[in-house]
Every structure is written in structure tokens, then in C-alpha cells.
């Protein structure tokens, strides 16, 4: 029986959790809107993209690290350090006095993050049983889209009423607030009594994963034969190792592995099309950057409620239902897309809308599924890995797309309007693949759950 000190500390770990998840993935959107009056200040207009682009590469890469840390050395301890991490990096990038400094500093801060995002998802994995956790995943799944929308307003308002640098300042009392409350409501269990985490595999898989992203995002051959040579070497020095960065068998369990492809493929069509879809409306439709911003937002808008509902939906009638309804959703979006490009920009929003309701659904009956199937020894590895899928899905799908364009991404105009219909078809294309694999979720009703899920109890730590 669940007490009512119970249900306070699991509402004082979730408020924590959602926290601490919005502050890192705010840092992914709110500096863009910042940057200009950082160049007025610091100057390096060449270093423009830098600061959050070695963000984001950061967090993507250091997230299986963070997971698998998280099961040889205990959940709590990884999310306090990831958090610590964090805040000091955004202390030293208010205070940074030069160009290299805030760089430097905001590639820590996205260290802190991606130990932020995955923790959060193992943590509610870990913590919560099925119908609990359903719940939880989908109000932690719409931060991420509450983030991107507010993030641009919340920076240009610093900017404009304070100093760029309480952009990160802010970060202080907020995260100093999500470090209490998950630290004081969650308690430490180790996977092993001396675990030693796989150093040579770590830095092999950073190197490879971070050479992938920068050469599929800059068109980098180069990096790509990095990324290649170093992701194989890494695979075959993790045959050898007795705890391996990431444990191959579980990642091979049926519903990882489907939720691993999954995310792949979501990341590779939603993420994909979005990185043109202001270019579109910019360049061929010859609106406002705000108006492609604001077809953006649709999207977004789409996955924040979708996560919400099926999060309340997914206990009653399992994730079986959602895994094949998001794919069907994100399929008729695209389609709409598709052949309706040169429809008027509304139109175009509600097919966005559609598109994203999808991904906010499927994405939550997968990952769902993925945490129900895995051991607490791999939940951490297997959580990150989905996360990781999706980032690294983004950066593939907007290369693929770029080369589907071919030469109209750089004639414009009409040329780019006659071809982008080949950008959400793409995608439509991408989108049957992700029905194909839910159709092997099954069904995990909640009146099941006792005998799925043995979830540790949330209790205060003295």
C-alpha cells in the first residue's frame, strides 16, 4: 500500500526529474537567441555556431556513457554529478570573458546535460511501475517540446531586459532546486560493490560517435572514415571486456532493439524534416523567418499534447494501440505534406500537427516497452541508447534529405519548391518503416503491472 509520505516524495522526485530535464534541454534552444549580443560583446563572429552546436554534440555523445555509468555505479550519484556538472558549466559560461571561454564552457554544460536527459528517463524508468511511469514519461517527453518553444522567447526577454549572461545564471537556483529534490527522494543502489567502467571503450565510442554527427552534419568525408574506423575498433574492444560501455546482448532484447530502430527512424523523419522546413518557407515560399518558425511550432505543439494524452491513455489500453496510431499519424502528416507543399501555409501547419502527435506517441509506446523488457543492470545503457538513436537519427535524416534535394537546396526559388515534396515523402517512407516495427509492441496492461515491474520504492534519504 502506497502511503501518503510515498506519494509526496514521488511527487517531490517528479518535479525534480522535469526540472532538471527543462533546464538541459532549454540550454539546447534559448543561447541561439542570445548569440547575437554575445558577438557584440565577446566577438569570434567566425565561432558563431559553436557554443550550442558543441552542445548538443556533447550531450548526444556523453548520454550512453551517462547510462551506463548509471548501472555500475548507482543512478543517484550519476544524476547529482550530472547535475553538479551542469550547473558549473553554466556558472562558467555567464562568467566567460572571451569566445574560447564560453565554448570551452558550454561543452561542459552539455556534458552535464546529456547526463540530465538520460538520468531522467532511467530515473522514472527505475522509479515508478508501469502505470506511474506512463504518466511521467509523457509529461518529462513534453518538456522537451515546451522547451523548444519558449526557449527562443525566454532568451530574447533576458536580452533584452537583462545581460546575455543570465542566460546561464539563471540556471543556479533552478538546478540547485532539482539537485535537493531528487537527491533528498531517491535512494542509492549500485549495480556492483567496485565496478570499473569501460575507459577505452568510452573514448572509442566518443570519438566515432561525435566524428559521425559533425560528418554527417558539416558533409564531412573525412570524418566519416573517422567515425567508421573508430566505431569498429570500439566494437571490437567491447567483445573483450568484462563490463563492456555497452552490453551488445541487451541491447539485442527484442523490444531494445525495436525501440532502438524506432528512434532511429523517428529521429531521421521528424528532426530530418524540420531542419528544412524554414529553409522551404524562407527560400522557395519567400516568407518571414518568423513564419518559418512559426510552421515549425505545429510540431512541436503536436508531440508536447500527443505525450501528455497517450501517457494517460497508454495504462488503459497498453502501448500495443499507440505504437501503431503514431506511425499512422506521422504517415497521413507526411503524406499531406507531400502532396500538398504548394498548399497555403495553414494547411501545411495542420499537417505538421499531425505529424508530430504521431511522434509524441509512438516514441512513448516504445520507450515504454524498452524499460519494461530490460534488467535494472542495463536500464540506464538501453534508455540512453534510445535517446541516442533519435539525436543520431536527426543528423542522418537531415543529410539524407539534404541529398534528396540535390542541386534545388542551392538554386532556391521555384527550382526548391518544384522538389521539396521529395523531403516529406522521405519521410513518409521512413514512417512506414516505424508501423513495421510497432507492430511487434505488444500489449503490458497495467492490471499486469505487479508482475512486470518490481519498482524500487521513492523514499526520502536521510
Not at 541561439?32 to 560583446?41: C, F, G, K, L, N
Not at 569566445?99 to 538520460?118: D, H, K, W
Not at 531522467?120 to 508501469?130: D, I, Q, R
Not at 494501440?321 to 500538398?340: D, H, I, N, Q, V
Amino acid at each position: 500500500m502506497i502511503t501518503s509520505a510515498v506519494v509526496s516524495h514521488r511527487i517531490r522526485v517528479t518535479a525534480g526529474l522535469i526540472l532538471g530535464l527543462f533546464l538541459a534541454a532549454l540550454e539546447a534552444t534559448v543561447v541561439a537567441t542570445a548569440m547575437p549580443r554575445v558577438i557584440r560583446e565577446l566577438g569570434g563572429v567566425q565561432l558563431y555556431s559553436l557554443p550550442f552546436a558543441l552542445y548538443l554534440l556533447m550531450a548526444t555523445v556523453s548520454g550512453p556513457i551517462w547510462g551506463r555509468a548509471s548501472d555500475l555505479y548507482g543512478r543517484r550519484r550519476l544524476y547529482l554529478a550530472a547535475v553538479l556538472i551542469f550547473l558549473l558549466g553554466s556558472a562558467l559560461s555567464g562568467a566567460a570573458r572571451s569566445m574560447g571561454m564560453l565554448i570551452a564552457t558550454r561543452t561542459l554544460q552539455g556534458l552535464g546535460g546529456g547526463g540530465l536527459q538520460t538520468l531522467t528517463f532511467t530515473l522514472v524508468g527505475e522509479l515508478y511501475p508501469l502505470r506511474e511511469r506512463a504518466r511521467v514519461q509523457g509529461w518529462i517527453s513534453g518538456v522537451w517540446g515546451l522547451s523548444a518553444l519558449v526557449g527562443p522567447l525566454i532568451g530574447g526577454l533576458i536580452v533584452d531586459h537583462f545581460s546575455w549572461r543570465w542566460v546561464f545564471y539563471l540556471n543556479l537556483p533552478f538546478g540547485i532546486a532539482a539537485l535537493l529534490l531528487v537527491g533528498r527522494g531517491v535512494p542509492e543502489r549500485a549495480g556492483h560493490e567496485a565496478p570499473r567502467i569501460d575507459l577505452s571503450g568510452a573514448a572509442l565510442f566518443t570519438l566515432g560517435a561525435g566524428a559521425l554527427i559533425y560528418g554527417l552534419e558539416l558533409e564531412s568525408p573525412g570524418a566519416l572514415i573517422v567515425a567508421a574506423l573508430a566505431l569498429i575498433l570500439f566494437v571490437f574492444v567491447e567483445r573483450g571486456q568484462e563490463l563492456p560501455l555497452l552490453p551488445f546482448p541487451a541491447l539485442r532484447r527484442p523490444f531494445a532493439f525495436r525501440g532502438f530502430l524506432g528512434n532511429l527512424l523517428g529521429g531521421m523523419a521528424f528532426f530530418g524534416m524540420t531542419a528544412y522546413i524554414p529553409f522551404f518557407a524562407q527560400v522557395a515560399r519567400g516568407q518571414s523567418a518568423t513564419v518559418g518558425g512559426l510552421l515549425l511550432s505545429p510540431m512541436t505543439v503536436g508531440w508536447t499534447v500527443s505525450s501528455v494524452l497517450a501517457a494517460r491513455w497508454l495504462p488503459r489500453w497498453g502501448p500495443r494501440p499507440m505504437a501503431r496510431w503514431g506511425p499512422l499519424a506521422m504517415m497521413g502528416g507526411f503524406g499531406l505534406w507531400a502532396l500538398a507543399w504548394r498548399a497555403p501555409l495553414p494547411v501545411l501547419a495542420l499537417a505538421g500537427l499531425i505529424v508530430g502527435a504521431g511522434m509524441g506517441t509512438v516514441m512513448l509506446a516504445l520507450l515504454v516497452c524498452a524499460q519494461e523488457e530490460a534488467p535494472r543492470e542495463v536500464l540506464g545503457v538501453v534508455t540512453a541508447m534510445l535517446l541516442f538513436a533519435r539525436n543520431i537519427g536527426g543528423s542522418m535524416g537531415a543529410a539524407a534529405m539534404g541529398a534528396a534535394l540535390g542541386p534545388a537546396l542551392a538554386a532556391g526559388g521555384e527550382v526548391l519548391l518544384n522538389a521539396f515534396w521529395r523531403v516529406p515523402a522521405l519521410a513518409l517512407v521512413l514512417a512506414i518503416g516505424i508501423l513495421l516495427i510497432g507492430r511487434g509492441v505488444p500489449d503490458l496492461p497495467a492490471s499486469e503491472t505487479p508482475e512486470i515491474s518490481e519498482p524500487i520504492e521513492v523514499r526520502a534519504v536521510e
